[in-house]
């Protein structure tokens, strides 16, 4: 993974465009990219609500857009952007699809799977281990999700 800064954080920014399409659809807004080469080859938005699908969270969206896009199931020699650390069913996923790195923008503590309250994706004992970067636009990432939760709780 050898963005710059700047690389980062743009994609990052295409995250958070994912994560205003879910919040236009009363969805938890949490937006996912999957970029290869430098190219966004998978979007994906929280969609539980819309779809009435339990699992379709931003990352398996994305994930799901990228297989299609390189017509296969493993994502090597990508990095998945997602502005909410993953959770368990995503890390799980993440790891399926053979995707090497991972970069979120602010911690979930509450079911965070990459470093909150597990580590799914460098646990020694599986068989595919992902690197993984936080914090990138991390007040901007943790913003939109605590306005999204404040605003739900005075209603």
């Known amino acids: 993974m050898n963005y710059t800064v700047e690389e980062k954080e743009s994609f990052m920014r295409e995250a958070l465009k994912e994560a205003e399409i879910a919040l236009e659809h009363d969805e938890i807004p949490i937006g996912c990219v999957i970029v290869k080469d430098g ?57 399926l699809a053979r995707i090497p790195n991972v970069v979120y923008g602010a911690k979930n503590q ?28 991390e007040s901007e990432c943790a913003a939109i999700i605590q306005d999204f939760f404040r605003n739900r709780r005075k209603k």
């Open 39 to 95: 190219e966004i080859i998978g979007r994906g938005h929280n969609a539980r609500e819309e779809l009435q699908r339990a699992v379709m969270h931003a990352e398996i969206m994305a994930i799901e857009n990228a297989n299609l896009s390189e017509e296969s199931w493993r994502l090597l020699d990508c990095t998945l952007f997602v502005t909410i650390e993953p959770c368990v069913m995503c890390s799980g996923a993440i790891g």
């Open 110 to 137: 509450k079911f965070g799977a990459a470093g909150s309250l597990y580590d799914i994706l460098t646990d020694e004992r599986l068989n595919h281990r992902v690197e993984v970067e936080t914090g990138v636009l």
